[in-house]
């Protein structure tokens, strides 16, 4: 049994910062890419930022310069650090992760999902 979990949400002012953390826990084997993803009320889910395994990140154009995807492989976590909020980050976010489980099965997991509040 794989899961994921995030925490780190909360209530934040505009220009304020944020840290998610996502732990992954259970029967692992190997985490191959990590990644953030968040859905605003009444709007599809988005890739936020991802990260490799070997710590390749890429984001989402709206949070470039912003938010910063990390990954600490000896602890299976993975963290978004995000600076300068705006209104227009409010949403939940969700880890996301492929992870091969002890099994040899390969597949995505998702976390339970963080609410994060930017007020302006």
């Known amino acids: 049994q794989v899961q994921l979990e995030e925490s780190g949400g909360g209530l934040v002012q505009a220009g304020g910062s944020l840290r998610l953390s996502c732990a992954a826990s259970g029967r692992i084997f190997s985490i191959n890419n990590m990644n953030w993803y968040r859905q605003a009320p009444g709007k599809q889910r988005e890739l936020v930022a991802a990260?490799?395994?070997?710590?390749?990140?890429n984001y989402a154009d709206p949070v470039k310069g912003r938010f910063t995807i990390s990954r600490d492989n000896a602890k299976n976590m993975v963290y978004l650090q995000m600076n300068s909020l705006k209104a227009e980050d409010t949403a939940v976010y969700y880890c996301n992760a492929n992870i091969g489980d002890l099994r040899g099965w390969t597949r995505v997991y998702w976390g339970q999902g963080t609410q994060v509040t930017v007020s302006s």
């Open positions: 990260i490799t395994s070997g710590g390749m990140t």
